[in-house]
């Protein structure tokens, strides 16, 4: 099945450094998903891409969705320490008539503050 | 805003046990998403229902169902509960109307735990 291949696993960061972690896959998506789990809660949506090469800000997230479609970036700028978490990107697969997501591993951030 | 409602929050049964685990998704939306979450993995795609009809299915084992009701809401109903079913499940509503059609919104999810 597809996979999304997401680096870096962690990230150990000093508070106020910027951040980027990123997605890729060997398959075509249409849309990009990006969200924000913390422990024992459920992810929560940052930013939403449909459009190859869109660029998309959220506050100090800003997300691209790749111009071939196989990949997708994240950047946190200026991090707090309430950014502590993990970070998911999420493709849509439309072999379903609904499009059920694919996760990537994740990226657990870290800040120092 | 309201948000997607599950329970319960948490749950602890014995191996061979039932289970059965709500979703309310967010008010006018049309579908409705079950994903498992283990320990320290990304949510694992379970099953899916529009307009109450079964949309898509991942890798639901045999032993679970579930259903869409007439209100919208959704149960996620596990049996012979194994130890291996101990995780995280969201559930996750989306609609179908408009340009985010995509966006999938998850509840706080159910901790399971088989023992």
């Known amino acids: 099945g597809q996979q999304l291949n997401q680096s870096p696993q962690s990230m150990f960061i000093q508070e106020g450094e910027d951040v980027s972690m990123n997605c890729t896959s060997s398959?075509?998506?249409?849309?990009w998903l990006w969200y924000k789990q913390e422990p024992g809660e459920g992810p929560v949506l940052l930013i939403a891409?449909?459009?190859?090469?869109e660029l998309t800000s959220n506050g100090r997230l800003t997300a691209q969705f790749g111009i071939t479609r196989k990949d997708s970036f994240l950047n946190i700028s200026a991090s707090i320490p309430s950014d502590v978490g993990i970070y998911f990107c999420a493709g849509v697969d439309y072999g379903g008539s609904q499009g059920n997501l694919i996760f990537g591993k994740g990226t657990k951030l870290s800040v120092k503050p | 805003a309201a948000g997607v409602i599950q329970s319960p929050r948490h749950l602890i049964k014995e191996k061979r046990e039932t289970a059965t685990l709500k979703c309310y998704p967010i008010p006018r939306h049309d579908t409705v998403y079950w994903y498992q979450q283990g320990p320290g993995q990304d949510p694992q795609f379970l099953i899916s229902f529009y307009e109450k009809m079964q949309s898509d299915k991942g890798s639901i084992p045999d032993r679970f169902s579930a259903q869409q009701f007439s209100d919208y809401h959704s149960e996620l109903n596990m049996s012979s509960l194994e130890l291996g079913d101990s995780a995280l499940y969201f559930c996750?509503?989306?609609?179908?109307?408009?340009?985010?059609?995509?966006?999938?919104?998850f509840g706080p999810g159910t901790r399971l735990t088989v023992l």
């Open positions: 996750a509503s989306s609609s179908r109307e408009g340009s985010s059609y995509n966006e999938q919104f």
């Open positions: 398959s075509i998506f249409n849309t």
């Open positions: 891409l449909y459009k190859a090469g």
